[in-house]
């Protein structure tokens, strides 16, 4: 797991730059590095002391306001009522773990599965999306009996040693073990899959995996499992054309492998076109249906709750050889936490909302991209948006430094987001989905005008 | 990860008997089967529907109350108020990521680090006490540039791959991989060090674990990590004499390796001497200092965190080059929780209480084993007490088969515990630290009749 991240700039607080925190602030990030360590990174030149948030809004410790267009995890809105409510009552009552019988999992569980394909039969219960990916490929590679895996260029899918260990964006390619593989991403942006000899980005990106698949029989590592976030965060929000996962689908089922599917981003409504972030890959007549999927990070809004969901198939051989037991995982609170959220994202309507919401703000943000010569592209899908920018008059020459400069000119007017892409030139906007059309118009208000200043 | 679980009986429920199983029962069996999958087990022949919980008690659908001898993760009781409270209260204000700035988690931490001897400097959050080992093993692995690890026949680690192949309780000695080389448990009751020609147990576990480490060498493996859960639980809780863990501290160190001290269930007060379970095997002059130690289930009395405590040395390398980010670990939430725990583990004194209950307990259980021969032990620190059932007439010979039918028939005069051990022969005392003499006296008194029962 060794391994360097990339040097230079970055959107993390440089620690050598304490002296330029007003003193408070300073005196709270050296008790922090102190008790905490190296390892810890804060947001942004000037870190933000949140104490507060309510819907997309956060308050910092002198009051002041800001637009959260970042936190995909508060996907309700910051401290949702239902969800405190359903938190507190569980929490005064009982708090035990799976080896207990208790109707609120059971429940929640066959809930949850009545949103996934039906060949998605099981669900089991882990405290983070990193352990969900890492029970996945425990269950993948005892199911298949290979540890081939395979991943995309900036892959990332947690933390735990297994997850890390396909996670390039972490250590970068050095880190990978001998039995993972990477494929370019499939980026409609910058790959022209026809100038290539493909008849569609589909077609290119299944042959990349075919490949790679090749090389590790090659070597004599059998084939296990295709990784992939359904939206590939991390290799900067690729979601069009919708339908190119298809290809790949079928390669990976051909080679006798797990298609695992990571929604632990775009799940939960986030995609706006269906609960899940695999589904705009499929149709009505050939529904897309990964193995295995995990989910996480919004499930609980804060909470923590994540989920391997997994068909009866791949799971009979683990079930029967291991016994799986997470002692928080599927706890009576953060279960209570997670049907709270499934209730609420359906009565709000909040995928429609990232639906409908998420192509305005692509409306706007693809006029700006007419006077902002640095706006490359804009793209995503319901309310996971990517501005990338790039150097102007260039063949799309990634401008990370302006970038950064970006994100932390935004933060200075008020708006939080993040960056994504294996260049860190893309600007990542994934919001609560309660982000309304007054919240998009604010947020294109102030990027414009930080573009402004910045001479983009 | 593959490998067979031993066959035969174990006190998990048996899906075969769903039919013995009163109607509303079986139908929440049958559910929860069909949703979770073939993975999950339930405690006891008649698993118990527990709907709420307070203090050392558990009540189940039909409102029928149960002492709680078993749950260390309630480590101040069901539903504790103080906890409850400071869950609602931070629900209902904010509950982010650790990556802005916030008061509660830097404060926790430093009243966190306070605790622990000074050399433990930082301390780095995650959700479960898997995660805490498999970050631990992730930074040991890169700070000393190996990846041998050495653990105990039994031991048990958690449930990420990492730790699963560290945890030969989950999958067998088949199941190691090729780093990792087992020792015999230092187990007091079986082993006679000095016929065996050493001068003391802790000079025979040295020679153990030093035999392993030299054998990971004779194979090309350089030495990582040696990991010992303080109070031995899985390996039958073996606790005496205390010290017996001094030498093998010194075995690590000389060898270059990281000495990691799993505290997931010995932590916090639980075994009466101090707050943590490595502190008995040092003394004022020489205390005794891992390297790294991990915490986790009663940490939050439920609500899910954990955390990797290390020395400034051994993060170093790993901060340089790596970042580190848990999107639940250290949020807001939990972190309140846990401050509240720490809080009421002072104020009610509750170290003191398992000492002194602790040691009450097992004087009558010292009683006990006068009257029934098949108790061969008595042992533990605090309130982690073991009752080992052996045949009698016999040298020592472990009677599983009885232990199962103590544990089921404690749980039909409601008094609910565990087993533990290589042989599954150990009944494992391990309750809420709120333990009274009241309560250990109707533990004894319930074990008392069921060992009549059952001739024993």
Redesign the interface.
Known sequence: ?????KAGPSS?FDPARIDTLDPR?AE??R??T??????????YEQ???????SGVH?YDANGVEYLDAY?N??SLG??H?R??DA??AQ?????????????G??RY??DL?STLPPEL???????????AG??A??IA??HTGGTGVVVTRNAYHG????V?AISPS??GLDSLPPWVRWVPAPDAYRIDPVALGYADLGEWFAAQVQAAIDDLAANGIRFAAFVADSIFASDGVLADPAGFLAPVREVVARAGGVYLADEVQPGFGRTGDAMWGFVRHGSETAPFVPDIVTI??PMG????IAATI?T?EV??E????????????G?A??VAAAQAVLDVVREERLQENARVVGASLRAMLGELATRHAVIGDVRGAGLFVAVELVVPGTDREPDEALTLKVVNGLRRRRVLLGTAGIDNNVLKVRPPLVFSRTDAERLVTELDATLAELGG
Chains 1, 2 share one sequence.
């Not at 870190?47 to 507060?52: A, D, F, G, S």
């Not at 929490?91 to 109707?103: C, F, I, P, Q, S």
């Open positions: 797991m060794a391994g360097q991240r993390y602030t709270l990030v008790r922090r102190d008790a905490l360590g190296p390892a810890y990174r804060l947001f870190p933000v002391q949140i104490v507060r948030g956060l936190n995890v508060a910051h401290a009522p969800v405190t938190v507190c929490a005064g009552v009982l708090n035990t773990h799976t080896r207990y019988l208790h109707e999992i059971v569980a066959e599965l039969g099981h669900v089991m219960f882990t405290c983070t999306g990193s352990e890492d029970l490929l425990r590679k005892h933390v735990t040693t297994e890390a972490l250590g996480g990070k809004n804060g909470m923590p997994l009866p799971v009979a683990f079930g029967r050889d291991m016994r799986y037991f997470n002692t928080f995982g706890n609170v953060s």
